[in-house]
């Protein structure tokens, strides 16, 4: 799964000034809940996520450690890309 294009397609849909529930951004937003039984491997941690998302929103540090560095990693990425959204307007 290409996670970098997925953060930056639902960055777009977030930082949206309407959000809209076009087939698109429903998938998107579908794929990110990885709600699949054979993907349970890939299974997000929303805290961890949320942690990440927070460091790399609005502090740009990345933790040494976390108990779920999986799922705070794809945080992280996902923060450094509203961030760099968040920029560019």
């Not at 990110?32 to 460091?55: H, Q, W, Y």
């Amino acid at each position: 799964m290409n996670y970098k294009k997925m953060y930056s397609e639902l960055a777009d849909i977030i930082l949206a000034d309407n959000i809209d529930r076009t087939p698109r951004n429903v998938k998107t937003l579908e794929k990110l809940t990885l709600s699949k039984p054979e993907m349970s491997k890939e299974r997000i941690n929303l805290s961890a996520f949320k942690d990440g998302v927070a460091n790399g929103l609005l502090e740009g540090n990345r933790a040494i450690q976390h108990p779920d560095m999986y799922s705070y990693n794809q945080g992280y990425d996902f923060g450094l890309t509203l961030y760099n959204r968040l920029m560019d307007k």
